[in-house]
């Protein structure tokens, strides 16, 4: 088993990442939970394929275990989703000794890590992550939340799992477009941080160094949330390509996927800054390359300047101004703050 310790001001909870670990998830659950009351929470994709075996695993423990499924997909990501959620946590009169299980992808942990963080102030909740996006990513570091009309993730909170248990074996029943999904936070971490899994990701075949891939990502991640828990210095680094990519996932209307807009993010952020004289020439291009490799179109279809427009409401951005996460060269990021009536043009 390979192990990780996320140690933020607030709390501190391991990761832990084993093939099979799913079927064995309450052994580790029961260790830092005591709650009684457990809540599944996950979607139609993922119940049918694994919520009878962490169901089955948590009530060999003595947890009574109750389940909540939800449509599949951005489009769920919603307040209203998190309503029924609090209905279904009254309705079984669940108490702030109880706790929740955050069973599925991204959007399934943003959904049952923000039910968690304010229902009935907090109840404790567990991450069980079972996309690669979510594996590498977003069930670590605690931001939790759901998307406005305005845009993706505008209410939310920071709050931290109590334990995150990964079972790559899960990945097995992803399609390629979901893998590939994942792959656009994985190179974003060779990007920002780390120049040798790029080189990796250059090379080698993903899927046979799937738990290396992860852990190293991990890595990255865990130390970043550890110095700047709520992103209010370093952490934003983590961000690189998503100032754009939530632009053009919420003018499709979410029609692409979040990996899939990071990496056209990416890609355009790191042309312009190459146009800037910031970027070292030939850093969009090898990103590019890296992106159509893992099966990630990079292409643009909409104009720069509707982009930026779109891009005003991130959460990055701070009065006129807004926080752009560049690269000086791959594995080596900087933080560039420009005005927000600049965007456009810097883009263009």
Do not use: W
């Amino acid at each position: 088993m390979k192990q990780l310790i996320v140690n933020t001001k607030s709390s501190s909870y391991d990761i832990l990442i084993e093939k099979g670990i799913l079927s064995r998830c309450a052994e580790y659950i029961a260790q830092v939970i005591r709650g009684k009351k457990a809540m599944i929470i996950t979607d139609s994709n993922v119940a049918p394929l694994y919520l009878d075996t962490v169901s089955k695993s948590l009530t060999e423990y003595g947890f009574d275990v109750y389940s909540h499924i939800f449509t599949a997909g951005e489009k769920s990501k919603h307040l209203g989703t998190i309503s029924d959620i609090y209905d279904s946590l009254s309705e079984h009169d669940f108490t702030r000794k109880d706790f929740i299980v955050a069973l599925g992808g991204g959007v399934v942990g943003d959904i049952a890590g923000f039910a968690a963080a304010t229902y009935m102030r907090s109840i404790d909740f567990v991450q069980i992550p079972t996309t690669l996006l979510s594996q590498v990513d977003s069930s670590v570091g605690g931001k939790t939340g759901v998307d406005t009309k305005y845009g993706k993730n505008l209410v939310g909170a920071f709050y931290q799992p109590k334990l995150v248990v990964i079972d790559p074996l899960t990945l097995d029943t992803l399609s390629d477009h979901f893998f590939a999904d994942g792959m656009g936070e994985v190179i974003k971490y060779g990007c920002i941080k780390n120049s040798e899994l790029f080189s990796i990701l250059e090379k080698v075949d993903v899927k046979e160094n799937i738990e290396d891939i992860i852990l190293e990502c991990l890595k990255i991640k865990r130390d970043v949330v550890n110095e700047d828990e709520r992103e209010s210095g370093i952490r934003m680094i983590l961000n690189f390509g998503h100032t754009l990519g939530h632009s053009i996932e919420k003018m499709s209307e979410f029609s692409l996927s979040h990996g899939e807009c990071v990496a056209k993010g990416m890609v355009l952020i790191t042309k312009a800054s190459e146009n800037a004289g910031i970027t070292k020439k030939g850093t969009a291009e090898k990103i590019e390359k890296l992106c159509k490799k893992h099966h990630l179109d990079t292409s643009i279809t909409k104009s720069t300047k509707d982009i930026a427009q779109n891009a005003k409401n991130d959460k990055k951005g701070s009065g006129d101004k807004l926080n752009i996460v560049l690269l000086s060269d791959i594995g080596h990021y900087l933080i560039h703050t420009i005005e927000k009536d600049e965007f456009a043009q810097f883009l263009s």
